[in-house]
């Protein structure tokens, strides 16, 4: 079955840090990558997704490149900031009536220091 | 403004009492999912439902029961068969017959004591 296998947290950067969260995947098909992003208390917000190989989707300085020779889709900021302080999901899903749910990662809790 | 609406945010009931969380979107999807998040855990499938009036059990499914009567809501019911219920509740919608992203709720934060 599909699988989605994120870098282990938690993680601590400085701030202005350079930020990498790794994410696998394993899946049949094309399927479209998403990064989400969880605050304290918050449901999940979509961050960012790509829908094809070679895709990269960026929103909010954060970027994700859809490689498919390597199925991976990592997630990088070049300069983080302490709002930045969250959880990351990286997660898949496969357009296949009847069995469409969304496959997660475990997610990361990244913490930035001032 | 389009969007999942989930209340209460927060929930304390007694042992042994049935609960039932709302969860109603104005999105026109047609798939809705719950899901299960405990502390500094990722997030678990309870029950997705792709069309109104059928539903599927997700990975943990047990102590739980839905309902999808209209399009729009997609309540869950933590029953006093679920031997340990407190955590925090999640609901999402998507399009179905694409893999575009789901859409998130606020949560429920769901206390037994």
Known sequence: ?114 | DGGITQSPKYLFRKEGQNVTLSCEQNLNHDAMYWYRQDPGQGLRLIYYSQIVNDFQKGDIAEGYSVSREKKESFPLTVTSAQKNPTAFYLCASSIVGTNTEAFFGQGTRLTVV
């Open chain 1, 1 to 114: 079955g599909d699988s989605v296998t994120q870098m282990e947290g938690p993680v601590t950067l400085s701030e202005e840090a350079f930020l990498t969260i790794n994410c696998t995947y394993t899946a049949t098909g094309y399927p479209s990558l998403f990064w989400y992003v969880q605050y304290p208390g918050e449901g999940l917000q979509l961050l960012l997704k790509a829908t094809k190989a070679d895709d990269k989707g960026s929103n909010k300085g954060f970027e994700a490149t859809y490689r498919k020779e390597t199925t991976s889709f990592h997630l990088e900021k070049g300069s983080v900031q302490v709002s930045d302080s969250a959880v990351y999901f990286c997660a898949l899903r496969r357009a296949n009536f009847g069995n469409e749910k969304l496959t997660f990662g475990t997610g990361t809790r990244l913490t930035i220091i001032p």
